[in-house]
């Protein structure tokens, strides 16, 4: 079956929720009702986190086919196949075997025996009784050509009180260091400069590894030579160095790491590193003392503080953004203040402001002294001014700077947009092929964008060393 080019065009389509706000479930829903109305005749196969929290909620909507969470995502093509097979007529030999599907102890229908012709089929499990992690990069529609997201960990540990992610993506697992190295090099081999890697608690990676674990490198296949042994337990620093060591990867991207998690070590090998994207994403939630509480969230005000001002100091022009909540259960105006008050003294670049969303089965869900809406919504509001004009200075203060950016994609008009190492739009007169690494010279800022002019210069260190070579690489990594 072919790759359709848009959805009205396809036979089935996969619809891959989230949950983490009631804000998401109703995104879900409305997409299924619009994927409904402009292509009547396709069977839609819903999974994520929301199908692993509501199996039957998603079933009951018309145009439903599978709901498949995340405990069976992996068997998502498998349960298509199996059932086209069946509709056809054609019954496989595994199925004969008895060998598949292997999830049929899970699977369920909605419906009754005498009605279930058409009904959806529903395939959710345990999810806590996944303890290998099995991922493969995703690539944007819009960016398919540059910048693949490469999870390499997934599920949590932690038990935020708001926060209904570790129910619907289990615990903490980790993609070993074989296998990342592997992905890594394979997208460096199909021509992918740079790779961002990410997971639900990325800062958490290696630690449910074997303490004694080894990964071999293949010398032949790497600039690097020899082998990488941790003696220790894993941490997400050892990988960062592996990935640099043992691949030509040109660029590579953190995505969200918590505070507790942005070691001495890992500041200082983003900081040293020009194949390590400036960037640090740093979730604080709340800046008050008594709301983390609530939260049951690990750290205090003052040690976010430490954090991001050691991140500062060591990357004075790195990009540095958080999340932050507001409106949690019994969030009085004091409290709201000292967070406030966080998000005006802390660098921040960017924010991704939330309004506090109730989430079935959360321990906050149940907590007294629920926010009113419109009052949580006035706060955000707050927040976000705040963000835009700290962006805007961010902006400005990039005037006139060298920067390094990516092409994404050609614009409707003569410009190509990038993506600078400090994660800031830019565009680029003219159009570029995408995937290309660029040395640029920031003219001015247009609405949130810079526009820049190519130029060639000796302070740019990926582009003196663009060809990755293994002395290049061995005199970076001594």
């Known amino acids: 079956m072919d790759r359709a080019h848009a959805a009205r065009e396809a036979e089935i389509v996969v619809l891959n929720t989230c949950t983490v706000t009631e804000g998401a479930d109703k995104d879900a829903r409305a997409s299924i009702r619009r994927l409904r109305r402009v292509n009547p005749d396709c069977r839609i196969l819903v999974t994520g986190c929301y199908a692993q929290r509501a199996p039957e909620e998603l079933a009951a909507l018309p145009g439903v086919t599978w709901v498949v969470g995340n ?22 030999v595994a199925q004969l ?40 990069p995703v690539f944007e529609a819009a960016n398919e050509r540059t910048r693949p997201n490469l ?47 990410s997971g639900i ?55 969200s790491v918590e505070p507790m998690d942005w070691s001495d070590d890992l500041i200082e090998l983003v900081a040293s590193s020009p194949r390590i994207a400036k960037h640090a994403h740093v979730p604080m939630q709340s800046g008050s003392d008594a709301v983390l509480r609530r939260m049951h969230r690990k750290y205090r005000p003052w040690h976010y503080r430490e954090k991001i001002r ?3 100091e060591a990357l004075p022009g790195a990009a540095i953004g958080a999340d932050v909540m507001v409106g949690f ?13 966080m998000v005006e003294e802390l660098p921040f670049t960017y924010l991704h402001v939330f309004t506090y969303s ?63 190492d400090n994660y800031l739009k830019i565009r680029i007169p003219g159009r570029v092929e995408a995937n290309r690494w ?31 070579t293994g002395e290049v690489m061995a005199s970076e990594n001594r």
């Open 97 to 136: 075997s008895g060998e598949f599907p292997p999830f049929g102890k899970e699977r369920k229908r909605v419906g009754q025996p005498s009605d279930c012709v058409g009904h959806p089929d529903i395939f959710v499990g345990d999810i806590f009784a996944h303890t290998e992690l099995m991922a493969a």
């Open 71 to 92: 405990s069976h995502k992996h068997h998502a093509a498998e349960i298509v196949a199996a059932s086209t097979a069946s509709s056809s007529g054609f019954v496989s």
């Open 310 to 312: 050691k991140i500062r």
């Open 151 to 197: 999870k390499v960990q997934d599920g949590c540990d932690n038990r935020c009180s708001f926060c209904v992610i570790p129910y619907v993506r289990g615990r903490s697992r980790s993609l070993p260091a074989e296998r990342v190295i592997a992905e890594v090099r394979t997208l460096v081999e199909a021509g992918y400069r740079e790779v961002v890697i």
């Open 358 to 420: 109730a989430r079935p089965g959360t321990r906050a869900a149940r907590q007294p002294g629920q926010v009113a809406v419109g009052l949580a919504r006035e706060r955000n509001s707050l927040l976000r001014e705040i963000a835009a004009a700290k962006k805007a200075a961010f902006l400005e203060s990039q005037v006139g700077t060298n920067v390094e950016a990516i092409t994404l994609r050609a614009g409707a008009e003569n410009f190509t947009e990038g993506l600078t």
């Open 329 to 341: 259960p019994g969030e009085r105006e004091a409290e709201f203040a000292e967070t406030r008050r």
């Open 438 to 468: 660029m040395g640029l010279r920031v003219q001015r800022v247009e609405g949130d964008v810079l526009i820049g002019q190519e130029v060639s210069w000796a302070g740019s260190k990926l582009l003196e060393t663009s060809g990755l």
């Open 201 to 255: 608690n990325l800062g958490r990676w290696g630690r449910d590894l074997e303490s004694s674990s080894q990964f071999p490198v293949l010398s032949s296949q790497s600039p690097g030579s020899g082998s990488l042994p941790l003696a220790r337990s894993q941490r997400l620093t050892d990988l960062l160095r592996a990935i640099l060591a043992e691949t030509a990867l040109e660029k590579l991207r953190i995505s």
